[in-house]
C-alpha cells in the first residue's frame, strides 16, 4: 500500500445521525476523527425523516414522571420482536435502551433540546411492556443561522416539503384541524411558529433537519471534517484487521488511515433495484417506492460483505404503506388510520386492522395481497378530511379523470374499476359497516390500541379509528408498500462490531444504521426506533473504538 494522505484515528462514513453521533462521541474521547459524505448535503435519511427516537425510560419521561423501566422496554422486546437471532441478541437489547439513555443525556448536556411526543403510543401498545403515552422524543425547533455558512449543507427534511415547521408529533393533530378543538389549537401553534419564522427571515429547521442540525453545529464546534461528495471506494485491510480507507475527495482517491477503525453509517439499499430484487424473497421490490435518501444504494454495504461479514433480515425494509408516488402530496396514504376508509386485498376482502403500524401493514400488503391494494373510502371521507394540500372536501378532478384515484355511485361500479369480485367488495363492506356504525371491528379490532385512537380522528365519534363506508360515491386508491429505506445488512454485535463469517469480530470495522440488521428484526417498536437505533450503534461504536488497542 502506497503512503498514507492522511492519518486519523477514526473514520466515518456516512453524515446521518448514526454518523456524527459517533463523530462526536469519538471526538470527546479524544479520537482525531473525520466524517466522509458521498451525497453533496449532509444527514442521510435522519435528516429527511421525523427525527423521532424511540428510548424506553428516557429522561425526558423520568423528568415528566412518566412511569416507565428499562425492565418493561425489554419485556416489549421480548413480546413484539421475538427471537430473531444476533442482530436482535439480549446484549444488543440492552445496549440499545441503557446506552441510548447516556447517548440523549450527553447530547442533551451538549446543547441538544428534546421534547417529549406525548400522546404517541408505541405502535405495539397493547403488548407487554408496551406504553400507551409513548416514548418517543424529538429535537425542538432548530435556528439554521446557528451553522452560520454551514446551513446550506444540510439536506431538505420533511417539512421542507410541506411548508410548515412543524414538529413531528403536532402532524398527528393539524390534519384533523377542522375536526377538534385541540387539534385545531395545534394547527395555529404550528401556523404562528412559521409565520414569526418567516417574518424574522430565519430558517428554523424541525424533524429529521433539526436533529442534523444540531449534530452538525456540535461536530463544528469541535473542528471534526465533513467531507462532502467524498465516497468510499475502498476499505483497506491488512492481516485481516480494516486499517483505513480509500475516498475520492475533490476528485482525486485519498487514503486515509485509521488507527481505531472505521465506522460505516452509510445507509442501505433502498434505491437499488439489482439488490432489492436479488435479496428481496417474499417481498420484492424495485426500489422504485422508497422514501429513503437519494444516496441509499447499497456499495459501501457490499464492500462490507466483500470482507466476509455476516448478514441477515437484508429482504426486510421499513415499510410504509403509501398512495402511489404520483399522489405523493396526498393524505390518502394515511387514509388507513381513519374512520370510513379500509384497505382491501386484490380478491376485494379485508387482511389486516388498517390501523396497525406502518411495518405490520406494509407486510401483510405483501402476505395478503401481492405487494398491493387498494383504500375504500366515502364521500363522508371526502369532505371531512383534507385530501392534499386544499381545504377538506376538496378531490381534484384530475386524480379521477387521470385513474390515479377512481369514483363510482356504487360499490359493484367501483370492483369493476379495480378489478375485484363486486359481490365479494359489498360483502367485505356490508360485513364491515354492520359493526362499525357502533365503532367496533370484531374481524380485526381496529380501535382497541392507543395507537389506533392516537393515530385516528380527533373528532367525536365511538372510535376515532372505526366508521362506516356507507355514502356515495364511494372512492379507491391504489396503496402499496412504499419505505423509508431497508433494514437488513451486517451483523453486528452490541460496540456495533462487524461480524464475521467466523462469527467474530473483523478488527477495526463497526456498522450502523439501515446497512446492519436492525436490533428491532422485523419489527418497529415505536416513533423513531430506526433513527435512534442508528444513533445509539454509533455512540457505541465510538465509545469501544476510543477504548480499543490502536
Same mark, same amino acid.
Given at each position: 500500500?502506497?503512503d498514507?494522505?492522511?492519518?486519523?484515528?477514526?473514520?466515518?462514513v456516512?453524515?446521518?445521525?448514526?454518523?456524527l453521533?459517533?463523530?462526536i462521541?469519538a471526538a470527546?474521547?479524544?479520537?482525531?476523527?473525520?466524517?466522509?459524505?458521498?451525497?453533496p448535503?449532509?444527514?442521510?435519511?435522519?435528516?429527511?425523516s421525523g427525527g423521532?427516537?424511540?428510548?424506553?425510560?428516557?429522561p425526558?419521561?423520568?423528568?415528566?414522571?412518566?412511569?416507565?423501566?428499562?425492565?418493561?422496554?425489554?419485556?416489549?422486546?421480548?413480546?413484539?420482536?421475538?427471537?430473531?437471532?444476533?442482530?436482535?441478541?439480549?446484549?444488543?437489547?440492552?445496549a440499545?435502551?441503557?446506552?441510548g439513555?447516556a447517548?440523549v443525556?450527553?447530547?442533551?448536556a451538549?446543547?441538544?433540546?428534546?421534547?417529549?411526543?406525548?400522546?404517541?403510543?408505541?405502535?405495539?401498545?397493547?403488548?407487554?411492556?408496551?406504553?400507551?403515552?409513548?416514548?418517543?422524543?424529538?429535537?425542538?425547533?432548530?435556528d439554521?443561522?446557528?451553522?452560520?455558512e454551514?446551513?446550506?449543507?444540510?439536506?431538505?427534511?420533511?417539512?421542507s416539503s410541506?411548508?410548515?415547521?412543524v414538529?413531528?408529533?403536532?402532524l398527528?393533530?393539524?390534519?384533523?384541524f377542522?375536526?377538534?378543538?385541540?387539534?385545531?389549537?395545534v394547527?395555529?401553534?404550528?401556523?404562528?411558529?412559521?409565520?414569526?419564522?418567516?417574518v424574522?427571515?430565519?430558517t428554523?429547521l424541525?424533524?429529521?433537519?433539526?436533529?442534523?442540525?444540531?449534530?452538525?453545529?456540535?461536530?463544528?464546534?469541535?473542528g471534526i471534517?465533513?467531507?462532502?461528495e467524498?465516497?468510499?471506494?475502498?476499505?483497506?485491510?491488512?492481516?485481516?484487521?480494516?486499517v483505513?480507507?480509500?475516498?475520492?475527495?475533490?476528485?482525486?482517491?485519498?487514503?486515509?488511515?485509521a488507527r481505531r477503525?472505521v465506522?460505516?453509517?452509510?445507509?442501505?439499499?433502498?434505491?437499488?433495484?439489482?439488490?432489492?430484487?436479488?435479496?428481496?424473497?417474499?417481498?420484492?421490490?424495485?426500489?422504485?417506492?422508497?422514501?429513503a435518501?437519494?444516496?441509499?444504494?447499497?456499495?459501501?454495504?457490499?464492500?462490507a460483505?466483500g470482507?466476509?461479514?455476516?448478514?441477515a433480515?437484508?429482504?426486510?425494509?421499513?415499510?410504509?404503506?403509501?398512495?402511489?408516488?404520483?399522489?405523493a402530496?396526498?393524505?390518502?396514504?394515511?387514509?388507513?388510520?381513519r374512520?370510513?376508509?379500509?384497505? @382491501?386485498? !386484490?380478491e376485494?376482502r379485508?387482511? +389486516?386492522s388498517? $390501523? &396497525?403500524?406502518?411495518m405490520?401493514? %406494509?407486510k401483510?400488503?405483501?402476505?395478503?395481497s401481492?405487494?398491493?391494494?387498494?383504500?375504500?373510502?366515502?364521500?363522508v371521507?371526502?369532505?371531512?378530511y383534507?385530501?392534499?394540500?386544499?381545504?377538506?372536501g376538496?378531490?381534484?378532478?384530475?386524480?379521477?379523470t387521470?385513474g390515479?384515484?377512481?369514483?363510482?355511485d356504487?360499490?359493484e361500479?367501483?370492483?369493476?374499476?379495480?378489478?375485484?369480485?363486486?359481490?365479494?367488495?359489498?360483502?367485505?363492506v356490508?360485513r364491515?359497516?354492520?359493526d362499525?356504525?357502533?365503532g367496533?371491528?370484531?374481524?380485526?379490532?381496529?380501535?382497541?390500541?392507543?395507537?389506533?385512537?392516537?393515530m385516528?380522528?380527533?373528532g367525536?365519534?365511538?372510535?376515532?379509528?372505526?366508521?362506516?363506508?356507507?355514502?356515495?360515491?364511494?372512492?379507491?386508491?391504489e396503496?402499496?408498500?412504499?419505505?423509508?429505506?431497508?433494514?437488513?445488512? @451486517?451483523? !453486528?454485535?452490541?460496540?456495533?462490531? +462487524?461480524?464475521? $463469517? &467466523?462469527?467474530?469480530?473483523?478488527? %477495526?470495522l463497526?456498522?450502523?444504521g439501515?446497512?446492519?440488521?436492525?436490533?428491532?428484526?422485523?419489527?418497529?417498536?415505536?416513533a423513531?426506533?430506526s433513527i435512534?437505533?442508528?444513533?445509539?450503534?454509533?455512540?457505541?461504536?465510538a465509545?469501544?473504538a476510543?477504548?480499543?488497542?490502536?
Open positions: 500500500m502506497p498514507w494522505d492522511r492519518e486519523v484515528d477514526f473514520v466515518v456516512g453524515s446521518g445521525g448514526g454518523g453521533v459517533a463523530a462521541t470527546d474521547a479524544g479520537l482525531e476523527t473525520i466524517v466522509v459524505e458521498k451525497m448535503v449532509v444527514g442521510g435519511s435522519t435528516g429527511m423521532v427516537l424511540w428510548l424506553p425510560d428516557n425526558l419521561m423520568r423528568e415528566a414522571g412518566v412511569a416507565d423501566s428499562v425492565e418493561d422496554g425489554l419485556a416489549h422486546f421480548e413480546a413484539v420482536v421475538g427471537d430473531v437471532g444476533p442482530a436482535s441478541s439480549d446484549a444488543r437489547r440492552e440499545y435502551i441503557v446506552e439513555n447517548m443525556e450527553e447530547l442533551r451538549k446543547g441538544v433540546r428534546f421534547l417529549r411526543a406525548d400522546g404517541y403510543a408505541d405502535y405495539h401498545s397493547d403488548a407487554k411492556g408496551g406504553h400507551e403515552r409513548g416514548r418517543s422524543i424529538e429535537p425542538a425547533p432548530f439554521a443561522a446557528r451553522l452560520g454551514l446551513q446550506d449543507n444540510v439536506i431538505p427534511g420533511l417539512a410541506i411548508g410548515m415547521v414538529l413531528t408529533n403536532e398527528r393533530s393539524i390534519q384533523y377542522n375536526r377538534s378543538l385541540r387539534s385545531l389549537l394547527a395555529i401553534r404550528v401556523f404562528a411558529r412559521t409565520m414569526l419564522a418567516k424574522r427571515r430565519r428554523v424541525s424533524n429529521g433537519a433539526a436533529l442534523v442540525g444540531n449534530l452538525l453545529a456540535i461536530a463544528a464546534d469541535r471534517p465533513v467531507w462532502r467524498a465516497p468510499l471506494s475502498e476499505l483497506v485491510v491488512e492481516d485481516g484487521r480494516v483505513g480507507a480509500v475516498v475520492v475527495h475533490e476528485g482525486a482517491p485519498t487514503r486515509i488511515r477503525g465506522l460505516l453509517a452509510a445507509g442501505g439499499f433502498g434505491h437499488n433495484a439489482e439488490m432489492r430484487g436479488r435479496y428481496g424473497g417474499d417481498q420484492p421490490n424495485d426500489g422504485r417506492y422508497s422514501f435518501n437519494p444516496g441509499d444504494t447499497g456499495e459501501v454495504l457490499e464492500m460483505v470482507l466476509g461479514a455476516r448478514t433480515q437484508m429482504d426486510e425494509a421499513w415499510w410504509l404503506p403509501s398512495a402511489v408516488p404520483q399522489l402530496g396526498s393524505t390518502l396514504g394515511q387514509a388507513r388510520h374512520p370510513r376508509a379500509i384497505l @382491501v386485498n !386484490t376485494g379485508r387482511f +389486516v388498517e $390501523a &396497525d403500524s406502518m405490520v401493514v %406494509g401483510a400488503i405483501y402476505a395478503e401481492g405487494g398491493r391494494c387498494w383504500a375504500i373510502t366515502d364521500d371521507y371526502r369532505r371531512r383534507a385530501n392534499g394540500k386544499e381545504r377538506p376538496v378531490l381534484p378532478e384530475e386524480w379521477v387521470e390515479l384515484v377512481k369514483r363510482s356504487t360499490l361500479g367501483l370492483a369493476a374499476q379495480i378489478e375485484v369480485d363486486p359481490a365479494v367488495l359489498a360483502e367485505t356490508a364491515y359497516n354492520a362499525a356504525v357502533r367496533d371491528d370484531p374481524q380485526f379490532g381496529r380501535g382497541r390500541t392507543a395507537y389506533h385512537r392516537c385516528g380522528d380527533t367525536k365519534g365511538p372510535n376515532p379509528s372505526v366508521d362506516a363506508v356507507a355514502t356515495a360515491p364511494f372512492y379507491a386508491t396503496i402499496i408498500p412504499a419505505d423509508v429505506g431497508t433494514s437488513g445488512g @451486517v451483523l !453486528t454485535d452490541e460496540h456495533g462490531r +462487524v461480524i464475521g $463469517a &467466523d462469527e467474530q469480530p473483523i478488527p %477495526g463497526y456498522a450502523t439501515n446497512l446492519t440488521a436492525g436490533v428491532m428484526g422485523r419489527s418497529y417498536l415505536g423513531g426506533a435512534a437505533s442508528t444513533m445509539v450503534f454509533g455512540y457505541t461504536a465509545k469501544h476510543a477504548t480499543a488497542a490502536a
